[in-house]
């Protein structure tokens, strides 16, 4: 579980949050927060995943390299679940959501920050991914193996090169599930690390790209 906000944290809408008022984006956090909210009324059991994606050195970046991964992580997630239900077990929606912002400082390509949110029901984990520098362990193994995966379809490189460009953060999962006895702290903990997400400083402006994306929201 993420560490709880510092005590004297910056406040929105009585949630704590990384940044102060004038160096955050409103409409971002705006966002962050419809799509926890909405994500919750959908289903009560989440995983969140916070993790960065850079482009390796001698890799390029596409102009469509996040909507790919996307798509590529989906696809994977589908095709699991696909399997497991061919198998007579039972096979979970995993439900991908997801928000991301995309940041550029002094590297050559800029970088992306995203979470990822599962149906708890279905990921719970992202697997022991120190084993994935083994040359006998194979990505599909495990969830963060996917992500690699998912990275390197989208850069059009071998998941094994695309890893080095996947950081996941310190304590990369957390819950959120509204019948937990810890819940509040739960969801603050999550709304404040992804309160880094609205930060203003390093978004870059023009040249057509958006600095930042999320799953549509369910119609209830």
């Not at 998941?159 to 819950?175: D, Y």
């Amino acid at each position: 579980m993420y560490d709880q906000p510092p005590v004297g944290s910056p406040q929105w809408r009585d949630l704590s949050v990384q940044l102060l008022p004038h160096d955050s984006h409103e409409a971002y956090l705006n966002n962050i927060y419809s799509l926890l909210s909405n994500s919750l009324m959908v289903h009560p059991r989440w995983t969140v995943i916070r993790l960065d994606l850079h482009v390796p050195t001698g890799c390029f970046l596409p102009q469509r390299a996040i909507t790919d991964f996307i798509e590529s992580l989906k696809s994977q997630l589908e095709h699991v679940r696909s399997i497991k239900a061919a198998a007579g077990k039972r096979a979970y929606d995993p439900m991908l959501r997801y928000v991301w912002v995309r940041e550029w400082d002094t590297a050559e390509y800029p970088h992306y920050h995203l979470a990822l949110l599962l149906n708890h029901d279905a990921y719970f984990s992202v697997g022991d991914y120190s084993k994935l520098q083994s040359d006998d362990c194979s990505y599909d193994q495990m969830l963060a193996g996917r992500i690699y995966k998912a990275w390197g379809v989208a850069l059009g490189v071998d998941w094994a090169i695309a890893m080095k460009g996947v950081l996941f953060a310190p304590n990369p999962v957390s819950p959120l599930q509204v019948q937990h006895p810890l819940f509040e702290q739960q969801y603050q903990s999550v709304f404040y690390r992804l309160s880094y997400f609205a930060k203003k400083r390093t978004k870059v402006y023009g040249g057509g790209q958006r600095n930042f994306g999320m799953s549509q929201l369910s119609r209830l």
